[in-house]
């Protein structure tokens, strides 16, 4: 099969035929339809993320067909359709696993990182991590759903229910799914986009914005909480400056540069600076029911599996209007 290898960092992807994974125990066989490309994969392309598998294959935001089943595994059928996300394994038995917080298992394994993801045309997976989807959903548009999406979700629920005025600095592939979460519970969005990026500023009025600007600019109002998506230090300060008292920002990604010093005054008034690490499988069944109840529309930027390098090109460029997707199966549309 074509696989997209990840030999070190800050080097090309190279495509290799490599030999189709076999289940394990417990583990499914997908023949991959779609993988969504996500910051963290520039991340642990760039060497941010230090201690990859090597070699690697990328992604994290699978969409599966189920094409074998290794023994013991039965929670799913040949030919189902399945999402495989960041989180791919946990030890289940520490403090933390013990206490629904899986996400912070020191001994957590994570698809595309420690286990090969989704930059290939057939993948293996814990079944027990892995997420129905209805065949309904276009393999291409459900990707992005199984990390900007399940992130975007885990920091909306950290940002806290009375945030009615929301700041998204970074209008990329979880900020545009996270602010139509937002419009459909009656929340106004304030979306902040890299200094003189028209285009995305526009794009995020498109979907609801009340307001869209400059991460450089004030807001026309106070807001209740921000949740940072880009991987930029300097934001923490900019986003304390335009929360109100007793507000909270969240930085909502895997890395991000130094946050410079700033006045104490900045988060005197109660005011929060948490982040938010990974996901739990609770937050992907949460956020896919709330999805059959409110269904978002993914915007997408399709690309076939050999040109992936490309896609990593230009999601670190910011050219990418919503999200980047593989599709290895051949069908992508331009």
């Known amino acids: 099969m074509l696989a997209m290898l990840l030999e070190g960092a800050r ?18 066989l997908l023949r991959v339809l779609a993988c969504g490309v996500c910051r963290t994969d520039l991340h642990v392309a760039d060497g941010d993320l230090p201690r990859p598998k090597l070699p690697l294959v990328l992604g994290h935001e699978i969409v599966g067909e189920v094409a074998a089943c290794g023994a013991e595994a039965g929670r799913f059928a040949v030919g189902q359709r399945v999402g495989v ?3 791919g394994w946990s030890c289940g038995t520490c403090a933390y696993c013990r206490s629904g917080r899986e996400n912070l298992c020191d001994r957590a394994r994570f698809t595309g990182y420690d286990l090969d993801g989704g930059y290939a045309e057939y993948t293996v997976a814990d079944e027990r991590f ?5 065949a309904s959903l276009e393999p291409a548009h459900a990707a992005p759903l199984l990390c900007a999406g399940l992130i975007g979700y885990r920091s909306l629920v950290a940002a806290g229910d009375g945030a009615e005025r929301l700041g998204l600095y970074g209008f990329g592939a979880s900020a545009h799914i996270v602010a139509q979460l937002a419009r459909a519970q009656g929340r106004r969005v304030f979306a902040f986009t890299r200094p003189g990026d028209g285009e995305a500023a526009r794009f995020a009025r498109e ?3 009340a307001w869209a600007g400059s991460s450089e600019a004030a807001p026309p109002e106070p807001l209740d909480a921000a949740i940072i998506f880009a991987p930029v230090g300097s934001l923490v300060p900019t986003a304390l400056k335009a929360v109100a008292r007793g507000g909270t ?3 909502a990604g895997i890395h991000m540069s130094d946050i ?4 104490y005054d900045l988060l005197w008034g109660e005011r929060a600076v948490r982040s938010v690490a990974n996901l739990t499988r609770r937050d ?12 978002v529309r993914t915007v997408v930027e399709e690309f076939p599996l050999a040109a992936a390098g490309t896609a990593l090109d230009r999601l670190r460029a910011g050219a990418v209007r919503g999200a980047a997707v593989l599709r290895p199966d051949g069908a992508a549309r331009a």
Do not use: H, K, N, Y
């Not at 035929?17 to 583990?27: D, H, T």
């Open 11 to 28: 080097r090309p992807l190279v495509p290799a035929a490599v030999a189709r994974p076999e289940p394990g125990r417990g583990q499914i």
């Open 85 to 87: 996300p960041w989180l």
């Open 130 to 134: 892995c997420f129905a989807l209805p």
């Open 207 to 209: 979907l609801g914005a």
């Open 249 to 251: 920002v969240v930085c």
């Open 260 to 263: 410079p010093s700033f006045p």
């Open 284 to 295: 992907g069944e949460e956020f896919f029911g709330l999805l059959a109840r409110t269904p």
